[in-house]
Nanobody
Framework: QVQLVESGGGLVQAGGSLRLSCAAS????????MGWYRQAPGKQRELVAS???????SYTDSVKGRFTIDRDNAKNTVYLQMNSLKPEDTAVYLC???????????????WGQGTQVTVSS
C-alpha cells in the first residue's frame, strides 16, 4: 500500500558530500515525522536525523553541523544532505516515515529498503 524508496547512496572519499532522497508513494493520506536511520555492520540501528511535518529537526550528536535533513511535503519526500563525511559514517542508511494510510486510516511506520553509504579514508 505504501512504499518508501531511497536513492543517492554511494562511495565517497572522506570530506566529501552525498545527498540522500526518500520518496513515499501509495495510499497516503498524510505523513508525520520522517527520519533517517543508519546501521553499520555489527552495530545497532541508530537514528541519525528526524523532521516533523512542521519542519522541526533533531540530529544525533555525531552528525550535528555536518548533516541537514529537510522535506518536501508536496512530494512526500525527505532528504539528507551529508557534508564533511567521515569513514565512521559508513553504513546502510534507511528512511522511516509515520504514514496515515488512506484506505485504512491507520497510522503506522514504514521503512525504505536502505541505501549503502561508504566513506573511504
Amino acid at each position: 500500500q505504501v512504499q518508501l524508496v531511497e536513492s543517492g547512496g554511494g562511495l565517497v572519499q572522506a570530506g566529501g558530500s552525498l545527498r540522500l532522497s526518500c520518496a513515499a508513494s501509495g495510499s497516503i493520506l498524510g505523513i508525520g515525522t520522517m527520519g533517517w536511520y543508519r546501521q553499520a555492520p555489527g552495530k545497532q540501528r541508530e537514528l541519525v536525523a528526524s523532521i516533523t511535518t512542521g519542519g522541526s529537526t533533531s540530529y544525533t550528536d555525531s552528525v550535528k553541523g555536518r548533516f541537514t535533513i529537510d522535506r518536501d511535503n508536496a512530494k512526500n519526500t525527505v532528504y539528507l544532505q551529508m557534508n564533511s563525511l567521515k569513514p565512521e559514517d559508513t553504513a546502510v542508511y534507511l528512511c522511516n516515515a509515520d504514514v496515515v494510510v488512506a484506505t485504512t486510516l491507520q497510522n503506522r511506520p514504514y521503512w525504505g529498503q536502505g541505501t549503502q553509504v561508504t566513506v573511504s579514508s
